[in-house]
């Protein structure tokens, strides 16, 4: 719900609001703001060229994205050789 009330904020123009918002939804356990949806989704335009967006929850989300593929084990494909 936090990120809905950020949509808006941002979309009124209410950057410091938006970007106050986000940032709760982000922190929130199951929350649907992912990397790929703050990257991607044009929800978040209005807030693109905001410093606080760009450097301070993209890269924190692609972080933990990142550790999150580094630690899942990827198992080669066997090869029978028969």
């Not at 986000?22 to 693109?48: I, M, Q």
Request: charged fraction near 20%; charge should be positive.
């Amino acid at each position: 719900m936090i990120q809905y009330l950020a949509v808006i904020y941002a979309w009124t123009g209410d950057k410091d609001e938006a970007i106050e918002r986000l940032t709760e939804a982000v922190k929130l356990p199951g929350s649907h703001v992912t990397y790929g949806n703050l990257r991607l989704n044009p929800f978040w335009d209005p807030l693109r060229g905001d410093p606080r967006f760009e450097q301070s929850l993209l890269p924190s989300r692609r972080n933990k994205f990142c550790v999150l593929l580094k630690s899942s084990p990827i198992i080669p494909p066997q090869v029978n050789s028969t």
